[in-house]
């Protein structure tokens, strides 16, 4: 029929690969030429192609079935430990990362500790540490590094770099992505970390199966990430989901004064002082039921906002304080009273691991990209 042969190639490489990494074990010639369409001479060339950029091999002691006599049918299988994927959070008060196989499957997480205040060179040293410990321990070489995904508070522009971000100092203008991609040599995807978070949540959280989503991480310093139509939503600039902006209204009290119990400022971003506050009220100490209260309404007013423009499925609030599971009931309540149109809400079923396992997920959907995807060139 014409065409290019070597798009066709493509095209029939990225099908058996496909098929081969969602069937999870062995497949026969049989299985694959059945699921793909293709004939068993074209898969077999398949096979051979891809057996030799190690991303193939065949299965071990696993005999096709139906086979009843003679030589068993060879069977053939995604070679998920032919490389590793990096997921990478970079927060105020830790810096996480997580190895993964290339199917996605978690390996290790190595988690240290940073100062608020630490400037960026510091941050960046502690994320490569963490990063090289991880490796070590598993005994991995960046090297096999196929890509990286990180979550970082902020606005992030396309190329990876910080537009903006108050949380961090120094991280401003900052190029992350660049830094990044010199230091592991491999392409590095960089995403804020609500976006990253709601990303890690639809994969294997809360909100699996769920296309039109908000994701909150409810600290004093509010932020979301929001998928429409199973898509994340960035906005024109990346600044899609910035809700902590929105005291700046003057209608509400300041995140330092939010949760105050004893007239004293609270850090937005210790998370402790967060949980120290819902454990209180837990408790049933008035002040701090009184807190809690400034902070559901401050809350109520940050989702509505998203809640009304959006009209999302599902509303899964997270973050990394303990214990912001007991606002979900709460914020529902009022949703219901100020929304034409309430969604689910729920708590994180991944916590504090939100952003980390987003950001797998961001290198996971660059490989297979790379993997699937068949574009024209030329």
Request: proline share 4%.
């Amino acid at each position: 029929m014409g065409g290019d042969p070597s798009l066709l190639r493509k095209i029939n490489q990225a099908a058996v690969l496909r098929a081969l990494r969602a069937a999870g074990r062995g497949c026969s010639l049989t299985d694959l030429a059945a699921t793909t369409g293709l004939s068993r001479p074209t898969v077999e060339g398949v096979l051979e192609g891809l057996a030799r950029t190690g991303l193939v091999a065949e299965a071990e002691g696993a005999a096709a079935e139906g086979a009843r006599r003679g030589r068993p049918a060879r069977r053939y299988r995604f070679r998920a430990e032919a490389g590793r994927l990096l997921g990478v959070e970079v927060g105020s008060r830790r810096v996480t990362a997580v190895l993964a196989d290339l199917a996605g499957r978690r390996q290790g997480e190595a988690t240290r500790a940073v100062e608020t205040e630490a400037p960026a060179a510091e941050r960046l040293e502690r994320l490569a540490h963490t990063a090289r410990t991880l490796l070590g321990d598993l005994g991995v070489t960046v090297s096999a590094l196929r890509a990286v995904g990180v979550g970082t508070p902020g606005i992030i522009g396309q190329d990876g770099s910080v537009a903006l971000c108050a949380a961090l100092p120094g991280w401003t203008g900052l190029p992350l992505g660049e830094r990044l991609r010199e230091l592991f040599r491999v392409p590095v995807l960089v995403e804020n970390d609500a976006n990253a978070a709601v990303l890690g949540e639809r994969w294997v959280g809360a909100a699996a199966g769920a296309d039109d989503v908000v994701m909150v991480l409810a600290g004093l310093s509010p932020g979301a990430g929001s998928l429409i139509g199973g898509r994340l939503h960035r906005g024109h600039g990346g600044a899609a989901g910035e809700i902590g902006a929105l005291h700046l209204l003057g209608r509400q009290a300041t995140p330092e004064r939010l949760l105050s119990t004893a007239g004293t400022p609270v850090d937005p971003l210790d998370e402790r002082a967060v949980t120290r506050v819902l454990a209180a009220a837990r408790a049933g100490d008035p002040r701090a039921e009184d807190a809690v209260a400034r902070f559901v309404e401050r809350l109520t007013h940050d989702v509505a906002a998203l809640v009304l423009a959006l009209d999302p499925e599902l509303v899964v609030v997270g973050g990394w304080a303990a214990g912001l599971e007991r606002v979900v009931e709460p914020l529902h309540r009022e949703l219901e009273r100020y929304c034409l149109r309430a969604p689910r809400v729920v708590a994180s079923a991944l916590g504090g691991g939100a952003v980390a396992t987003g950001a797998v997920r961001l290198a996971l959907d660059h490989l297979e990209a790379e993997l699937f995807t068949v574009t024209e060139t030329g």
